[in-house]
């Protein structure tokens, strides 16, 4: 999702991706609202932040609170088509950090590195969400953050490589490509929403706050917030009203079979 860094990414062509993803079946289990997360949710194995920067308190363990149950979430998707999920993990920086996708500050936003495999945030970029976005509220952190994780989940199953196969072969179709990539992530974002759902962790109001958060980072929106002239050649992660049909189609019945942008 970030707003400038990171492509993300089973190999066999975009033909193979529309069957991997096929093949990871939708399904949740399953109270007491996202904000309890933290009483009820232990960290999963490899979802502990390393921390870049003196970043600390609840706001940090709620993000790792989240991420521990998307993990879970994911693991729990794989196995059931007797697949293996790679846990990461998410780094918490402030102002800067080095990755492996080189330097980056805060302004990039989000964003997962598919060299390094990990996920990083700066948590301040909640508070612009909530400011300068106009999408407050916890929830719309944890689709923020289950976005960037879905890319995870797109490079387990080689869908970023694939993508920039594609890329290079088709210059003129980078960015449409980017924006299937970028829509499939939101898809997979609503398809761990649902299995939170069905878990009775989501409290009244907290789906609109996803698709409000999933709506403030459209590529149209953000281009006349800063004044320019709204151009969808120019577009990397969709528009407003793109992000949140996928986020949404992934969220009314869990199944990633249902995240196919590239079809």
């Known amino acids: 999702m970030g707003r400038g860094a990171g492509a993300v990414g089973a190999g066999g062509g975009l033909i193979g991706l529309i069957v991997l993803v096929v093949s990871l079946l939708g399904g949740g289990g399953g109270g007491g609202g996202l904000g309890s997360m933290l009483e009820q949710i232990p960290a999963a194995g490899g979802a502990a932040p390393s921390r870049t920067g003196p970043v600390q308190g609840e706001s940090a363990e709620f993000v790792q609170a989240?991420?521990?149950?998307?993990?879970?979430?994911?693991?729990?998707?794989?196995?059931?088509?007797?697949?293996?999920?790679?846990?990461?993990?998410?780094?918490?920086?402030?102002?800067?950090?080095?990755?492996?996708?080189g330097s980056a500050t805060s302004a990039v936003g989000p964003f997962y590195c598919p060299a390094d495999r990990k996920v990083y945030v700066?948590?301040?970029?909640?508070?612009?969400?909530?400011?300068?976005?106009?999408?407050?509220?916890?929830?719309?952190?944890?689709?923020?953050?289950?976005?960037?994780?879905?890319?995870?989940?797109?490079?387990?199953l080689g869908v970023n490589a694939d993508v920039q196969r594609e890329q290079q072969a088709k210059p003129r179709e980078a960015n449409a490509l980017s924006v299937k990539l970028e829509l499939q992530?939101?898809?997979?974002?609503?398809?761990?929403?649902?299995?939170?759902?069905?878990?009775?962790?989501?409290?009244?109001?907290?789906?609109?706050?996803?698709l409000g958060a999933a709506a403030a980072v459209g590529d149209d929106r953000l281009q006349r917030q800063a004044g320019a002239r709204v151009n969808a050649e120019s577009w990397t992660h969709g528009s407003s009203a793109d992000r949140v049909k996928w986020f949404r189609a992934g969220f009314n019945r869990g199944d990633p079979a249902d995240c196919d942008t590239f079809g």
């Open 66 to 101: 989240v991420v521990g149950d998307v993990q879970e979430t994911w693991t729990q998707q794989f196995a059931r088509s007797k697949q293996r999920y790679e846990p990461t993990v998410l780094v918490l920086f402030e102002q800067g950090t080095s990755t492996g996708c």
């Open 185 to 210: 992530a939101d898809c997979l974002a609503g398809v761990w929403a649902h299995s939170a759902a069905r878990r009775d962790l989501l409290e009244p109001g907290d789906l609109e706050e996803g």
């Open 122 to 156: 700066d948590l301040s970029f909640f508070d612009e969400l909530r400011a300068r976005f106009g999408a407050p509220g916890d929830f719309a952190q944890a689709y923020v953050i289950a976005h960037e994780f879905g890319h995870h989940v797109q490079n387990v």
